[in-house]
């Protein structure tokens, strides 16, 4: 069975670096992307099984970036989870009208983090090339 793969999105490169290594550590297949622009461009190439986005980035807002996907019958179904600094009940309120499946308030609990992602992946996901 090929493993899960996971795009993480955030201009912040420690961030991605920490996920990243920790996702890999459970045996996610991670891709990285700086922005927005690089995710739509990664998308076609590296279709991911789901998406952690942050709200703060720059050229694009994560809510925005995550309507963006959800328009694109394509990519529509791909499960997008907000990983953010802002816990505010309103910044969670925005991020799941735009679509996205949860909302994580950093620092984040990683367990929960996980559990929460091969949740939303139907098993059968991974088998897919």
Not at 26 to 38: C, H, I, P, Q
Not at 62 to 88: M, Q, T
């Amino acid at each position: 069975m090929s493993k899960l793969k996971i795009t993480i999105v955030d201009d912040d490169r420690d961030t991605r670096d920490m996920l990243s290594a920790a996702l890999e550590e459970e045996g996610f297949d991670v891709t990285s992307a700086a922005n927005g622009l690089r995710l739509i461009a990664s998308l076609q190439l590296h279709r991911p099984h789901a998406i952690l986005l942050d709200v703060n980035m720059s050229w694009i807002d994560g809510f925005e970036l995550c309507r963006a996907v959800k328009k694109n019958e394509h990519f529509r179904d791909i499960p997008i989870i907000f990983i953010s600094g802002r816990g505010d009940p309103e910044d969670k309120r925005r991020g799941m009208e735009a679509g996205a499946a949860d909302y994580f308030v950093k620092p984040l609990d990683l367990e929960t983090l996980v559990r929460r992602i091969r949740a939303l992946i139907p098993s059968r996901s991974a088998e897919e090339p």
